[in-house]
């Protein structure tokens, strides 16, 4: 049985040299080493007739020769990767020189998100929490909370898309839900904004869609003043527009706040002095503001007796688009990487 094992080895090593690719490779490995058939394999199953001592001295050689045989294939086994990839690299041209390759770019950031996320880093850095809210908002909280009953004239201003079957639940038409649910759950001190995204029954045009964007605020807590909330919206839109930008407060009726501003800014394109932009006004709306309105910090389970409040919000879409100088907000909406890209 030795020399027959002998003879095997000598063989399989003598076939390695003709062999021409890796099936052929595979072919002999099955042929030699093969459960079913191998010459390997068949010769040791007869190692059962034979004597104890004989056992162990053709075993032990047996094993031997295995070893052999399935190093000299993955030595020729490793023969053949090696001259694939070589092939692959003169196919490719590779040049292993090159340090890297550019990044391929996967996306690009909106400018709605590229004006929160600023305005995110400064409020934060004055002490504001960013907040986020269910865009799925309860009648309660989208207007009762708000001092905004249901005869309450402002719901035809701000009428939406309900949820058909339940119409106490309502596609958000701002983010100021959230200053009830805000007071309920942190209650005082309060320093808070909410960017999201808004639903209203508009008919679409360059100015207007119904789905944007916007940024409510809310402060709370004692001894607050009408001038707290000037300086907070004057640092606000000196950071956006630039440090010459100066603001105006009118009166306006919001019914969650009393008493209530609209607010105007300089023109960022004219400076001030009137254009196209600005209607040769000179002005620009962009927000809305006021002291809490009594009901509203009620509601939020806070003492109006003992603290007092005020909140502002403006359309992040609106900023977005005076900033760049879109002129129609439907392009903010549509997909459209040519006009994203731009940003």
């Known amino acids: 049985m030795q020399d027959k094992l002998q003879q095997i080895k000598t063989e399989a090593l003598l076939a390695l040299k003709s062999v021409k690719d890796k099936i052929q490779l595979e072919e002999l490995e099955i042929k030699l080493l093969g459960r079913k058939g191998g010459q390997l394999t068949e010769l040791l199953k007869g190692l059962k007739d034979l004597s104890e001592d004989a056992k162990r001295e053709v075993g032990q050689l047996a094993n031997e020769i295995k070893k052999d045989i399935e190093s000299a294939l993955a030595k020729k086994k490793t023969e053949f990767v090696q001259q694939e990839m070589a092939g692959l690299l003169e196919k490719e041209n590779l040049d292993i020189t090159q340090p890297s390759l550019p990044p391929k770019v996967l996306g690009h950031l909106h400018p709605n998100t590229i004006i929160q996320n600023d305005l995110e880093d400064l409020f934060t850095s004055m002490g504001f929490m960013v907040l986020d809210g269910p865009e799925l908002e309860s009648e309660y909280y989208n207007f009762s909370a708000l001092n905004i009953p249901a005869d309450h004239p402002a719901r035809d201003m701000q009428d939406t898309f309900y949820i058909k079957g339940h119409s106490d639940w309502v596609m958000r038409t701002h983010t100021s839900p959230m200053q009830v649910r805000a007071m309920q759950k942190y209650g005082t001190p ?140 439907r392009l903010l909406e549509s997909g459209n990487m040519k006009f994203l890209e731009q940003f």
């Not at 209203?200 to 001894?223: I, M, P």
């Open 190 to 329: 309060l320093r808070m904004i909410v960017p999201g995204k808004c639903f209203r029954n508009e008919a679409t045009d360059v100015r207007h869609e119904h789905t944007f964007y916007q940024l409510e605020g809310v402060v709370v807590d004692k001894d607050i003043s009408f001038a707290h909330m000037k300086g907070v919206l004057e640092s606000v839109f000196k950071h956006i527009f630039g440090p010459e930008t100066k603001i105006r407060l009118r009166p306006k009726f919001y019914p969650f706040v009393e008493p209530g501003v609209n607010g105007e800014v300089t023109c960022y394109l004219c400076k001030g002095k009137g254009c196209r932009l600005c209607k040769q006004t000179g002005w620009l709306e962009v927000f809305g503001a006021g002291m809490i309105h009594p009901n509203v910090l009620k509601e939020g389970d806070i003492d109006p007796n003992i603290y007092q409040g005020f909140a502002f919000g403006f359309g992040l879409t609106r900023l977005a688009m005076l900033k760049y100088g879109i002129e129609d907000i």
